[in-house]
C-alpha cells in the first residue's frame, strides 16, 4: 500500500540541518509586555507555549531588541546582555520538548524607537509614560527628520556610527544560539531601523550607506553578514522585509528581489514577505483581503529563486496549501489568525486530511478530545460541537 501523501502545509521541511515538522510559523507578534530590562517572563512563556501546543512548526517570539534604545516600546523584550539569555532558554526548551523549532526576531526599531503601547495610542510617549519612567529613548536612523509627526527627531547616524549597531546585531545572535533558538529573522520590515536605510524616501543619504539602492541596501546585508557569521553554519537565517513599503516612490518588489539575491549571498536563507509600514499611514496601504500579501510572496520567490515566507489574513487551510502548492510560497506564516486559533495547524490538519482524530495533538490534550468525540458522536456532533451532518 502507497503511502498516504501528506498535504505540503503538514509536510516537513528541511531548512539546512534542522526540520520543522510542518510548514506553519508563528509570526512575530510584539506584546509590549516586558518589563524594563527586556527580560523574557511568565506571559511570554505562556503566548510562546501555547504555540507549540498547537501544532506550529516553527514558532517564533516577537520583534527583540539587539540595544535598549533599540526598542519600539519600554515593554519590548531585548537580548543585549547576557542577564536576558536564561527567561529564553526556559522558552526554547518547552518549545523543542513539543517537536517545534523555536525562531527569534531580532531587531532595532530606528526612527520608531519610543513608542507608546498600542494600547495607549501608539503615538510618542507622553506624559502618562514619563510618569511611569518611561522617557524617550535617543531614536536613531538614516536621516534626522521625524517619520511621523509629534515623534522626537532621530539621531542621523554618523558612518562611523553604524559599525557598533552592526556589531549588536552580531553579538545578539551569539545569545540567541545560548538561549536555544533554532532560528533567527533579521527583522528589515515596517519602517525600523533597517527598513528605513532601504527606502529612498526616509534614506536621503549621499554616503556609502545612501544614494543608490546598493548602498541603502548596505547596511541590511552587513547585518545580515554579521550574524551569519556568529550563528552556526546548521541554523537558518531568515528575514522579515516589506515587500513594497507602501510609500509613494518608495522601496518596490523589483528592489525586493534585488535584496532577496544579495541577501541569499549573505547566507539568508528565506525571506519573509510583510509590507507597509514605513510610516503608520502606510500601515494599511494595501487592501485587506484574505491573502493579500501572498502575490508580493510570489513575486519575490520566482524573481530571485529565494525561499520566502508568505503572511498577512491567511485564515482558511485549504488557501494555505493552495499557497504552498501552486508555488507562491515555501513557509505560511499566522499571526492575528493564531491569536484566535492557537490550534490551527491541528485543527488545518483535521481539515486537509478529513479527519476527526486527535493524532499529532500533545497527549495530555489528545486523551481528553478522543474520548469526548466519541461521547459527541454518540449524539449526532461532530469533533468541533456542530451537528454531525454539517459537518460533512
Request: hydrophobic share 40%; net charge negative.
Amino acid at each position: 500500500m502507497p503511502p498516504i501523501q501528506l498535504p505540503l502545509l503538514l509536510s516537513p521541511l528541511t531548512l539546512r540541518t534542522i526540520t520543522a515538522k510542518n510548514r506553519i510559523m508563528l509570526s512575530p507578534m510584539c506584546q509590549y509586555s516586558a518589563g524594563p530590562d527586556g527580560v523574557a517572563g511568565d506571559w511570554h512563556f505562556a503566548h510562546l507555549a501555547k504555540f507549540a501546543l498547537g501544532g506550529f512548526g516553527i514558532v517564533t517570539t516577537e520583534a527583540t531588541a539587539i540595544a535598549p534604545d533599540g526598542r519600539i516600546s519600554w515593554g519590548d523584550l531585548g537580548l543585549w546582555n547576557n542577564d536576558q539569555i536564561a527567561g529564553f532558554r526556559r522558552i526554547t526548551d518547552f518549545i523543542r520538548s513539543q517537536g517545534a523549532l523555536s525562531a527569534i526576531q531580532l531587531a532595532h526599531a530606528g526612527p520608531k524607537a519610543g513608542s507608546q503601547r498600542p494600547w495607549e495610542g501608539k503615538g510618542p510617549l507622553g506624559p502618562e509614560q514619563w510618569n511611569k519612567g518611561e522617557t524617550p529613548f535617543a531614536s536613531v536612523g538614516p536621516g534626522d527628520f521625524a517619520l511621523e509627526a509629534g515623534y522626537p527627531s532621530p539621531h542621523k547616524l554618523d558612518e562611523d556610527e553604524i559599525p557598533s549597531i552592526v556589531d549588536a546585531f552580531a553579538q545578539a545572535a551569539l545569545r540567541a544560539d545560548a538561549a536555544g533558538f533554532d532560528i533567527i529573522e533579521i527583522h528589515a520590515g515596517h519602517g525600523y531601523l533597517l527598513a528605513s536605510f532601504l527606502s529612498p524616501v526616509s534614506n536621503t543619504r549621499n554616503d556609502g550607506y545612501g544614494g543608490d539602492r546598493a548602498g541603502r541596501m548596505r547596511l541590511t546585508l552587513e547585518v545580515a553578514r554579521a550574524i551569519r557569521s556568529n550563528w552556526p553554519s546548521g541554523k537558518p537565517l531568515f528575514c522579515r522585509i516589506s515587500t513594497i513599503d507602501g510609500a509613494r516612490e518608495g522601496w518596490n518588489v523589483e528592489d525586493s528581489i534585488v535584496l532577496a539575491k544579495e541577501l541569499a549571498k549573505c547566507g539568508v536563507d528565506l525571506v519573509d514577505c510583510s509590507s507597509g509600514g514605513l510610516r503608520d499611514s502606510t500601515v494599511l496601504a494595501n487592501a485587506r483581503e484574505p491573502g493579500f500579501q501572498v502575490p508580493l510572496s510570489a513575486s519575490v520567490r520566482h524573481g530571485s529563486g529565494v525561499a520566502t515566507g508568505a503572511v498577512g489574513l491567511i485564515i482558511e487551510p485549504g488557501h494555505a496549501e493552495q499557497i504552498l502548492s501552486e508555488g507562491d510560497a515555501d513557509v505560511i506564516l499566522l499571526g492575528r489568525q493564531a491569536l484566535y486559533d492557537p490550534f490551527w495547524p491541528h485543527h488545518a490538519a483535521q481539515t486537509l486530511q478529513e479527519r476527526s482524530d486527535f493524532e499529532g495533538w500533545n497527549q495530555q490534550s489528545g486523551w481528553w478530545l478522543r474520548h469526548r468525540a466519541r461521547s459527541l458522536d454518540s449524539v449526532g456532533l461532530a469533533p468541533n460541537g456542530s451537528a454531525r451532518h454539517a459537518a460533512r
